[in-house]
């Protein structure tokens, strides 16, 4: 019996199932797809003493309508791909802890619904049963990409294939990308920011003549990129997973509300939490980092959405973003699930690069904090951190830890505060290194050498097994090329 199914944001589509939806990633009326009806709401005990997988299956299959022992398999599958048994440890201080989500095999937090993805999609297309070959299309600020990579690379039946911004990520993240092995990966460069990658690579999604090309040779779309239900869901499950470890280490009691900190970019790490809140975890704030891209920050204290601004290239590229994808998600539940209010100001965005909310949504809007860190703070956020409390976190977990001191300072909302660390500083490691004060002229692979040196950390295995990995894709292609390169690897001819 099904009983999970998906509706567009915009109120194009309706009653797809939860296998389709995943497929397809994206709604055909180019929004994004929700889950019609109400949300299962948990009691937080449920959740005491349960493993990360336990709670993932618990969440999931509010979700998904995957047979249970499949998807049971799945998840255990996927997290055996971790380094840390527990999958997202705890750094634990005095008044916050840091969820540490970057102990998967590309070390970024992406890399939690990207192992799962692969499976997810695996069980959907045996569902759907129609024989065709999915070709996944993601566009990458830095970590989706390799993610993604890594997780479908040799996958029988998908195919995939990453864009990047050439200047917009850093020498870690690019060379994890053009050194990926597997026989169904193609990854480009492209001259242009990420919104340039993610606005053209959504276009395509949405073109009939290339669709009905590729339906003609037996290839459908899919999407590995967080407006992907896939990619969304299994970002649930490690609120409740470190909301309990903090029960556990009595730092909260059972049932009292927590702060959730999010370093954000394409907004689905924090929508998670909000979802996370919808099944029943006790948040009070969701307090949205950004950097100098602050677009999200003054959306948040404003009501309006305004595009009409300077993009910055930053030390956290994972967060140079200015459309930010599932906000859609969000503004239609603060609407009150009204696709006309979606679609008018979905319109408006595109017609003047801006949009307002109504007072209503504002009202509801209050639940959110937003607040950004410039360039300099990040650097000082890394060396006093590493100061104070001996720990080290990369350039975009310093922005959450920069954001939720402004946010202690403005309200003295002293809430015990869980705050996403998104990433592995070895990623960046060149920056980390100049936040504690040393800088070198020499090649990024050596600043992770030197890292480990000066402060006695462990160089993490996705970086050591980029040594001696020899370039595969050195392509560059301009923004309107993109079209011709998805159509020729798609239908077999590697360019
Ligand atoms: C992707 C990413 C983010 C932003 O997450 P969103 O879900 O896009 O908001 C933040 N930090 C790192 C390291 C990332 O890779």
Redesign the pocket.
Known sequence: MLSNFYKSTRGGVSKINSSSALLRGIADDGGLFIKEGAFEKFDIKDFLNLSYEEIAYKILKVFFDFNEERLKDSIQKAYKKFLSKEVAPLKILKDRAFIELYHGPTG???DIALTLLPYLMKLSMEEENTGEEVLILTAT????GKAALEGFKDVEGIKIMVFYPKDGVSEAQRIQMVTQEGNNVEVVGINGNFDDAQTAVKSIFTDESIKSQLKEKGVIFSSAN?INIGRLFPQVVYYFYGYMNLVKNKKIELGQEINIV?????????LSSYYAKKIGLPVKKFICASNENNILTDFINTGVYDTKRDFYTTI?P??D?VI?SNLERLIYDISGEDSKIVNDLMSDLKASGKFEINENMKEKLKCFYGNYGTEAEILNAINETYKKDGYLI?P?TAVGQIVYDKYVKETSDDTYALITA??SCYKFAKTTLEALGFTYESDDMKFEKILCEKTNTEIPEFIKSLENKKIIFDNMVEKDEIKNKVLSFAIGEKS
């Open positions: 970024a937090f992406k600020s830095g970590d989706t967080s999010v370093p954000t970019g394409n907004f689905g790490n924090i956290t994972s967060m973003i930010s990369d975009h998104t990433a």
